[in-house]
């Protein structure tokens, strides 16, 4: 076995999409805005995938399922940057609300920053710390 991608099931199709495209500039190696699934590379080829979550439900024979609100992170989005400030300025810029201020994590050895999605996906954006 080998890992393919990061699949978030997504209720707004469209405005994730963009989030992903647009907003945080990733490069989309598939699909397009009005389908059902695309892929985005994160320094993993097609690593990042947004699919309907409608049609997940479907494929599993759980279609009655109601939209998901969840409560507690279940996942979280895990993306290294060069530099999390500049990348935190750039972002904030574009409209992404900021869960947390850039910080050093000297424990993880990392400084860190957090968003969420349009679907309320967790990500965390870090660069190393020197030394």
Known sequence: MK??????????????????ND????????????????SFNIGIPSGLALFKAELMSEAIDNSAAAKNEILQDKSAIIIEVENVNETFENLKGKGV???TEPKDMPAWGIRVAHFRDPENNLIELFSTLPG
């Open 3 to 20: 890992f393919s991608n990061i699949r978030l099931l997504v209720n707004d199709f469209d405005k994730c999409f963009t989030f992903y």
């Open 23 to 38: 907003m945080l500039g990733l490069e989309c190696s598939w699909g397009k805005p009005g389908e059902s699934y695309a």
């Open 97 to 99: 609300v900021f869960l």
